[in-house]
């Protein structure tokens, strides 16, 4: 397949448009990570989307809509039927990246879903990705627009590096902003539960919904490698560790090179990594090391696309400085302990 390169502009994002409503694929930008977008209600179209990214079919996509409208169609009692909770959040944080987990829609596809009796859904901030929904006519089912298990996509070059020919099109946008994807939160329980974090943070839902918003058993995971315990208040799943979010159970975020977080105070950190970088060296590996002055939104824009370059550079291990856990820190540190295998130096 020839994958054809579009502009953002108003003539290709109508072509695209066209793309998504003929059952094509699309990958597309978005604020937080590229996109690789079907026909929502499209089974066949969203079928194709595991198979170009080799995703497992149990693990579902994100409908992504243009306006609060959209949602009529898409989850359980349409706009109407919609829970107060979720109405702030929508009202407060859409168009943004987060993401809800509602009551699915008998009309949305099992194949978009995953299955599951319920649907995420999000409405991005990106005017190219609503633009793209509107010209489509049809809410966007995407996944990260990477092959399954990869460090997801923040550049139009990042896509086509994993995309090129297993996709109809891709939009040629920016680098995104945020870089790393939607805070997915599940609002069908009692409490809302964060099953994966991102830049809008527990607190912030907390702020605006005046009660207690939970972290999925799954993400203890992280705070324990971390810091040795867990000081959050989490879902009552019975199953330790279960992850809610089907996809949160797969491989992550890897790279080809290996990955290791190093931890520690600014002595402790410059002597385990200058040691690391000697031994790498003497083992005749070729080492790089990333690290954003504890900056944590400066690494949620650059990690994956740093992990990419690096990847291109033929590097064979990755050292890479931990960040402290703490709001949207705690976010990009699951995408780093992920893509490092839960390897992590003190
Ligand atoms: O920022 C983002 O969310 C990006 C951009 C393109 O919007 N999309 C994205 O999609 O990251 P994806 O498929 O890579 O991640 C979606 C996550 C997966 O962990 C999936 O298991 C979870 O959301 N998910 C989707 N539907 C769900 C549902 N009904 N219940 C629980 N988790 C769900
Ligand atoms: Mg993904």
Redesign the pocket.
Known sequence: MKTIRLSINKKDIKHAGEIIKSGGLVA?P????????ADAFNAEAVASIYEAKG?PSD????V?IAEIDDIDSIIEGGLRGMAVSAEILANQIWPG?L?M??P?NPAVPDVT??G?????V?M?LNET?RNLIKAAGTPIA?????ISGRP?PTTAEDVLEDMDGRINAVIMGDQCD?G???T?V?MTEGKPII??P?LITKERMEALLGCEVLYDKALLKDKIAENGSADFAVSEDEEEYA??????KYTHYSPKAKVRLIAGNDENYRAKVTELELKAMNDGLKSATLEYGGNAEKAARNLFADLRKLDRQGCDIIFIRTLDSKGEGFSVMNRMLKSAGYDIVR
Do not use: C, Q, W
């Not at 978005?30 to 977008?37: A, D, I, K, P, S």
């Open positions: 597309f978005t604020e937080t990570v590229y996109g690789l977008g995703r693990n579902p996509m994100i992504h990246p993401t987990v509602l699915k879903t995953g599951l009796s319920t649907v995420a999000r991005p990705a995407a996944p990260s627009a990477n997801s945020v790393i994807e939607s997915v599940d099953l994966r991102g992850p809610k979010s089907p996809g949160m």
